[in-house]
């Protein structure tokens, strides 16, 4: 290996390219066991971010089962969550493109289950003895009405069925689980203004042999209790998560009355922003697998329940999802600072851990990748906020003693979620180019608690703020980060926070806003329903509180924007229209400001496509090298900017 070149930063030439990014990566989700087969959906760049349904076998053979065009995807709630049911190798899944229900076994190819209407399906299960699948049900055949959620029955014999409605009259419905025995099923709902990590209810209703859901009862949560994956022991005891001490810790409901399993400092729940979320399971009855969160970063532990002792289970993984359960084995999207998200397979007797699909297959020197730290530091009100930061790292170059290297804040979306230390190429990027990062978790950040989570109440556009600005400042006292070129990126809520901090704040000297909300009113008389609400509790009620709405809308006070800024856009995102970004572009290039607008045909509210995830990446680096006066190392095609000479 040759002595590293004294080079500035940011004009580092790197191996992680936006090409192999998008050419060598795919996303994994949704992990399903079927006896002793294995199911799992790929999301594929280089297909137009189609979703695949994959088995694998006992054997260990994959197979690709939905056929292209089909995309296994539902749009319940906007987001979508679990989209298919496997049972006894007989496939029921959503398809985007209709939302109808399909159907079809492993040796023939979809056919229609459900009616061609305006309804859309997630988060199934089976009803075995009554022949029929139980789901969420969203309705949106009423034109100019807000759609009407239920729980709901479908056959599971004929073409083109209807539905029939079981449980309704609430807003939102989650979480369906049938007993094991199939005499109850219990159930999550929720009403406006909440969102599921607010408050939710946990109901519990008889089936009968007809089918029908009678006799409900609510058994837990509340207006400011949430509850999270309801699922039923092999011996038929209904357990949860809830966050009624303050942290999403187990329960259980047993003889009449919920049962604390573990009181603990940590999260065993997360946001469910997706339908059928999982953080534990089941290998005995008397034996959970689970994961948690303490600080930031996700551990796998076993819980018995007969000495109510909890048993770390040792593994390199720092990012763990989706996690199934057998009676040998533990299955988990996991992943690492060092490793791609994967598909691991845990033998629970051996601890021996299998990968079994890496979402790439790209092999990386690590004298490439940077580790990330986490930092815990002050902020506003004599609080803390805690984030990841990320020193440059190639091993191919140094900076000059004296330089400190340029800073990009990343404001993660939600707002209600969190950043992990999973291994993101999207980070590496900028890292080995020469870049520090700092990836925040910000207050109203998931992971930490209750109380932290409940920072952005009322608070929005504040206290995220705050906590990006915050963390930049101390990293520059610290010597880590060039005050003069510090920049913060985000998309969609992490985009509204980027706005924010760009107008309201005179801290970044660039930014970059992928998807970002600048007009606040307008979110909250256009968005979908699931999020219709959402800014009750983030801001305020609307429209009794329109002076706040106002007050913190980046696009009503554009003209403070004092720095460039590249916006990135979807044509098609109902979510955030493409409108908010245009109007902030119009109004910077009337200031004569810096700024370019990069918009893509058929995207909707985050990018999917491989060729604009690389024109993303490249059109970022691309503008903050021609702003901070850097060359970039690799050609990169050019990005149109507005008023540069202005810079």
């Not at 971010?49 to 995807?73: C, D, M, Q, S, W």
């Not at 008397?286 to 996700?298: E, N």
């Not at 005050?483 to 760009?502: E, Q």
Request: hydrophobic share 35%.
């Amino acid at each position: 290996m040759s002595d590293p070149t004294m080079t500035s930063y940011g004009a580092w030439k790197s191996p992680i390219t936006a090409d192999l990014i998008v050419q060598g990566t795919i996303s994994l989700g949704q992990v399903a066991l079927d006896g002793a087969d294995l199911y799992w959906l790929e999301g594929r760049p280089l297909e137009g971010g189609r979703n695949v349904l994959v088995r694998r076998t006992r054997e260990g053979k994959t197979l690709e089962i939905t056929p292209a065009p089909f995309n296994v995807r539902s749009r319940v709630h906007e987001m979508g969550g679990t989209s298919y049911l496997v049972h006894q190798g007989r496939i029921y899944f959503s398809n985007f493109a209709d939302q109808r229900l399909y159907t079809q076994t492993l040796t023939t190819d979809p056919v229609p289950l459900t009616l061609p209407a305006a309804l859309r399906y997630a988060d199934a299960i089976l009803d075995g003895p009554r022949q029929r699948l139980i789901c969420v049900l969203e309705d949106h055949t009423i034109a100019d009405r807000e759609p009407v959620n239920t729980l709901a029955a479908v056959p599971l014999e004929g073409t083109e069925v209807a539905p029939t409605i079981l449980v309704a009259g609430n807003d939102f419905y989650a979480s369906p689980r049938l007993s094991p025995d199939g005499s109850q099923l219990a159930w999550l709902t929720w009403n406006h203004p909440n969102m599921p990590w607010d408050g939710t209810e946990l109901w519990l209703g008889e089936v009968t042999a007809a089918g029908r859901v009678v006799n409900p009862e609510r058994i837990a949560g509340g207006k400011k209790e949430s509850i999270f994956q309801p699922q039923w022991s092999p011996d038929g005891r209904l357990y949860f998560v809830s966050d009624r001490s303050g942290w999403y810790n187990l329960y259980r409901w047993q003889a009449g009355q919920v049962e604390a399993l573990l009181p603990m400092a940590a999260e065993f729940g997360e946001p469910q922003w997706f339908l059928g979320q999982s953080t534990y399971g089941f290998a005995s009855p008397t034996r959970i697998i689970c994961t948690y969160s303490q600080w930031g970063t996700q551990h796998l532990a076993s819980l018995d329940l007969t000495t109510g002792t909890l048993e770390p289970i040792a593994t390199p993984d720092t990012a763990i999802g989706g996690l199934q359960v057998t009676p040998t084995h533990a299955i988990f999207l996991g992943g690492s600072p060092t490793e791609f998200s994967a598909i691991v397979r845990l033998d629970l007797a051996t601890g021996q851990r299998e990968l079994l699909r890496c979402s790439s297959d790209l092999v990386l020197d690590p004298a490439y990748l940077s580790v990330p730290q986490a930092i815990e530091f002050p902020t506003d009100n004599g609080l803390t906020a805690h984030g990841f930061y990320y020193p440059p790292q190639n091993r191919d170059y140094l900076a000059p003693a004296t330089e400190r290297p340029p800073l990009l804040v990343k404001s993660h979306g939600g707002p209600t979620a969190a950043t992990s230390t999973l291994l993101n190429l999207r980070i590496q990027y900028w890292t080995s180019r020469g870049f520090a990062v700092l990836d925040v978790n910000y207050g109203g950040s998931t992971g930490y608690g209750r109380a932290y989570r409940e920072r952005l109440k009322g608070q929005w556009g504040l206290v995220d703020v705050n906590d990006c600005v915050n963390g930049a400042l101390y990293l520059v006292a610290q010597g880590k980060a060039d005050g003069d070129r510090l920049v913060i990126a985000g998309g969609s809520a992490g985009g509204y926070t980027t706005l924010c901090a760009l107008t309201f704040r005179e801290v970044f000297k660039a930014g970059a806003s992928y998807f970002g909300i600048s007009d606040l009113e307008a979110l909250a008389r256009d968005t979908h329903k699931f999020e219709s609400r959402y800014l009750d509790s983030l801001i305020g009620p609307y429209p009794e509180r329109l002076d706040l709405y106002q007050a913190r809308s980046p696009i009503h006070f554009a003209e403070k924007l004092s720095c460039p800024i590249i916006f990135f856009q979807g044509l098609e995102d109902k979510i955030v229209p493409p409108n908010q970004a245009e109007e902030m572009v119009e109004v910077l290039k009337q200031k004569g400001l810096p700024v370019a607008y990069v918009a893509y045909e058929g995207e909707q509210h985050g990018f999917r496509k491989a060729e604009n995830i690389k024109r993303t990446l490249d059109g970022e680096f691309y503008f903050y090298g021609r702003v901070f006066g850097f060359d970039p190392a690799d050609p990169i095609d050019p990005v149109e900017i507005w008023n540069l000479t202005g810079a």
